[in-house]
């Protein structure tokens, strides 16, 4: 964990809201896991005050940078996204525990932006070979974000979109379902864990399908969050262990710990 | 820049203020705290607490609303924990106290004076985010009295006392605390706001109200500073709003001995530091 | 969009404050005064007020601090030249009043009572930038209580109370207002400030405190009003930092009927229009 | 009187902290009188929340454009210094009631960016045939603004500097004392008004040798603004009269009723 000004090396529109930008950073480039986070100073003004959080999508420890999918959102995410290739912003990071894979099969369930933290995931799983399978839900096929990175990597993808306009119609917890009911014959002995990244409505999904098929499952919970590092009690997650903070013992959790409520 | 500010002995005035710098563990990989004046610390209640639901946190114009709470693991794992891990370090340690009834205070106070690497306790009366105690002590002058004088006569250390801006006459709480026996007053805590999201048409924090910290307080810390400075004897500690040296020369200029830093360890780790640095211009 | 408060016919809830529109002449030139909700105009005393030294405006993060203090030409000009310019509108004209004493308050209000004109009557009992009077009614919930009282005997017009931000409990003062027959509240006036350069080491004001205003009093008057909306039954009236028509719109979240807008009118003349246009979306 | 959005169609730097910036407006271009100003939103967040003033230096009424001449002091006009030509900012004016030359000789005296009123001035009193002398007064050569073009015009320049780089060496108030010495003798019949823009100790000492002379003589104040128009009494100025506005009443005032003290 550093705080440092690091330069913007690229920064590129992917949708109408949503960006990649890559920062410079060898230290978060060297030690960032998948499932951390950056938080940003998007401006030096008074307001915004607070700094923005990000998950790490990448990191190129060679090459000293690391990579943010990021969706505007308010005015934080508005002013980054005009921030020109060159300028430098001062980031906090690497934050947060990150993912652990433990498991021989990974299955990574992305709605949305989710796909951020679990893009850096399935890049790592699959280079300690396990086996990795991505269900990537989106609004419409404009909004499907790293479907052809992640295939040419290894993964096996599958895209739903809740208008049809690519990949399966619907939820994405909807295609997670009937893969599992098929698949779950077909595990033989290797076993699974699901991470998911997403809206809340959706990782409560995700976790009620996985504790009804007794797997694994880890989720990316989000909070607002002010210090970012553990210290001022203010990103609180309701788990069954009381109050724990998205920002230190997170954004990583245990489903089964979430009181979904 | 050495101050001494109620016998407790700093080598620069700035502080961290409570709640916004936890006990020092976090901050401690990011840079030396030796570095600070001192340390002041998340507020230490008798028993653990588990602090409000969230959202806790809100951002506002040039501020933020915050309502934790008081979350904190209780006097027991301070006392077992937290403050042995101070102990690496030579920095004050200024524990900061809260409680929902007088006795609760001072078993805290008691317990706290035992311990040598307890340089001073700050006694927070002025929480705007729990239902019982705490800020009802720091608007009532008859209650910041007795609290005080009984946190005095528990206690050989330092006592500071944290007073609240939600008042009509903050002179007259300071007077009471000062009457009581307060080594030193510091002052302000948050002020009671709110957010609501229109979207949802709901408040933004789970708890509707908070407490606004941050550069938008900083005119009404120094006014009170300000007062509070001319009405007591004892030293002045200034919160609210310090973003930078200027800021904190501010306070001095104000009537303040030394200063706290908040919402600004947010902001910018090294604020601090880079605050220590600055004064060094002015002071 | 339209309402009516007090007895009040607004075409729309969007009024501009006191003391941030004068009387309404310098704002004309620049658009039509029928578009807005209401008129309130700048504080009205007995006699002539001269308002405090300069310098009386300092600016603070996401707001401003002013100690104008009250500077008007008294009821007799009040009467002869801006009441008869403001007649060549329609727009409902609240007129704003303070004064040092109840007698006073009493006078202006009696005479103001006669004018066709003047369709409501704003009592300031909350200016924190004068030394006798004014606030001084408004942290004091008896003397509110006798100066409202006073006031409704004198007038039959619609009498409107606006409160000050600067106490510990503001649905006190609230409640003593509507006892005494507030017609309808107001909230929040100016939070006591202060701001000191560096430079010159002297305050900034030429009255050392002023009145802070603007987006960083927002969540502090938020919180008010939402405070005072639960615990009174006339209508409440939302000011503090309302600078768009979502921040407008977060007051009647909150519990406002109505609000008005100050400071905004300095940083974008059109804002009060460009608030009435957007709430088109919310009510 | 307009509140309306221009564009900047030149911005150069000067000297270390002066810069020159051009503004498109039919209206203001045609419609302002030396000694006004305008009042500009430098920023849209909410720090800094105020306008700032800045005195008009020129308009080109043809052309649609007027010119500012400002120094970077704080926040605000470091904002306005890194603004780019094509941009647009919001602006209210012209403001203030302006300078009137009514006697034959116009006798000006700025004193740094004071100069910034009293350009437009000049160029205004030359056309309509008056006698026009300049004092400039700067801290050192690289300071001195306009000296050639008022030249051009025909004025008839003295320029004081400090540190004696350039021209007369001392305050521009010591050159000024001087002139008159002789001059007055040389009036014959004509009369003369100082005006006068520049810091209050600078203007406070014109007023005084105006009065020593019998001079009428007009000041350009400045004050602390927030409505720019007269409603908010914020601009006050302490006059023989009581409390003047600046924005309104002023900027340019009778020296002979303000209370220097
Ligand atoms: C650990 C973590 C990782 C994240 N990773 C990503 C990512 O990789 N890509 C991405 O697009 N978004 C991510 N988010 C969400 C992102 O932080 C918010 O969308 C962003 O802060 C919104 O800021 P804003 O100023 O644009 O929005 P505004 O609504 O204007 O922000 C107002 C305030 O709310 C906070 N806020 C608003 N929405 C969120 C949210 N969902 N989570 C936390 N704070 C919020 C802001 O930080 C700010 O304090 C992450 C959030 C967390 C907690
Ligand atoms: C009628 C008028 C005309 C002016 N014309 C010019 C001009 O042509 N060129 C030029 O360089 N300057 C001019 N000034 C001064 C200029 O407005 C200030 O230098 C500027 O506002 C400073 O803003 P800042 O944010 O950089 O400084 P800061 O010190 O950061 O400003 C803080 C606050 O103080 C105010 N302020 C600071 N200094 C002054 C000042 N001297 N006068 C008024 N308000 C001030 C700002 O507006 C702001 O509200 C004029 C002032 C007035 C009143
Ligand atoms: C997130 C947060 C938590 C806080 N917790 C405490 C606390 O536990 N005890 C306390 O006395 N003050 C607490 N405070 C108040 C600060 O110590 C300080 O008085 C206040 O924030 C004003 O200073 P600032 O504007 O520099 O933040 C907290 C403030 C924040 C922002
Ligand atoms: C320059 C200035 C002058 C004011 N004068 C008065 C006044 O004469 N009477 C009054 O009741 N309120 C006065 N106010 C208070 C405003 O009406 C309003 O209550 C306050 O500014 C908060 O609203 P805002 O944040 O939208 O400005 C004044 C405010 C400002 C900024
Ligand atoms: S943001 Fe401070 S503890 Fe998480
Ligand atoms: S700035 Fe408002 S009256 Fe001059």
Request: glycine share 10%; aromatic share 6%.
């Amino acid at each position: 964990m550093i705080q440092e000004n690091c330069r913007i090396v690229d920064h590129s529109q992917l949708a109408p809201r949503y960006f990649k930008i890559v920062f410079s950073s060898d230290h978060i480039a060297k030690t960032a896991r998948p499932g951390q986070f950056v938080n940003i100073r998007v401006s030096n003004e008074l307001t915004p005050l607070l700094r923005r959080p990000l998950s790490i999508h990448q990191s190129d420890p060679e090459k000293g940078t690391f990579t943010l999918l990021y969706e505007t959102i308010g005015y934080g995410t508005e002013l980054l996204s005009k921030k020109l290739v060159g300028s430098e912003l001062n980031i906090l990071g690497p934050l947060g525990n990150g993912f652990e894979v433990v498991n021989d099969i990974a299955l990574l369930v992305a709605g949305g932006m989710g796909i951020a933290p679990l893009g850096f995931l399935a890049r790592e799983a699959i280079k300690s070979k396990k086996d990795v399978y991505c269900f990537i839900g989106a609004k419409n096929e404009g909004l499907v974000l790293c479907e052809e990175g992640l295939k040419s990597l290894g993964a096996k993808v599958t895209v739903a979109t809740e208008d049809g306009s690519r990949g399966e119609k619907g939820l994405v917890t909807h295609s997670l379902e009937k893969f599992l009911k098929d698949f779950r014959l077909t595990i033989d002995g290797k076993r699974l864990t699901i991470y998911a990244c997403g809206p809340r409505p959706m990782l409560k999904a995700v976790a009620a399908i996985a504790a009804q098929n007794n797997f694994e499952c880890r989720v990316s919970m989000e909070a607002y969050l002010a210090c970012g590092i553990g210290a001022c009690k203010g990103c609180a997650v309701d788990t069954i262990e009381g109050y724990r903070m998205v920002c230190k013992d997170g954004p990583v959790f245990d489903a089964k710990g979430i009181k979904w409520e | 820049m050495g101050i001494e500010i109620a016998g407790i002995k700093m080598k620069n005035p700035v502080m961290v203020a409570s709640g916004t710098f936890g006990f020092g563990e976090e901050y401690s990989e990011l840079y030396d705290l030796n570095r600070l004046g001192a340390i002041v610390t998340k507020s230490v209640t008798l028993l653990p607490r588990e602090g409000n639901p969230p959202p806790r946190i809100v951002e506002t114009p040039a501020g933020m609303l915050n309502s934790i709470g008081l979350q904190n693991d209780g006097l027991k794992v301070f006392l077992e924990k937290h403050l042995p891990y101070l102990s690496k370090f030579t920095v004050p340690v200024i524990v900061n106290v809260a409680g929902e009834t007088l006795d609760e205070y001072v078993d805290v106070v008691k317990a706290l004076s035992k311990e040598n690497r307890v340089d001073g306790i700050e006694l927070n009366i002025s929480c705007p985010n729990v239902k019982k105690g705490c800020m009802a002590f720091g608007i009532d002058p008859k209650l910041t009295e007795e609290l005080v004088k009984a946190a005095k006569k528990a206690s050989k250390k330092p006592i500071i006392v944290k007073l609240s801006p939600n008042v009509t006459d903050i002179t007259v709480i300071a007077k009471a605390a000062e009457k009581a026996g307060a080594d030193a007053l510091s002052l302000i805590n948050t002020i009671m706001g709110m957010a609501i999201d229109i979207k949802t048409k709901k408040p933004k924090l789970a708890m509707i109200t908070g407490g606004l910290s941050g550069p938008a307080i900083k005119p009404i810390a120094v006014r009170m500073v300000w007062q509070v400075a001319q009405a007591v004897k004892v030293p002045v500690i200034g919160i609210g709003g310090i973003m930078t040296a200027e800021d904190a020369y501010e306070f001095m200029l104000a009537g303040a001995s030394a200063v706290q830093v908040g919402t600004a360890n947010f902001v910018d780790i090294e604020s601090p530091l880079k605050i220590i640095e600055g004064l060094k211009k002015y002071i």
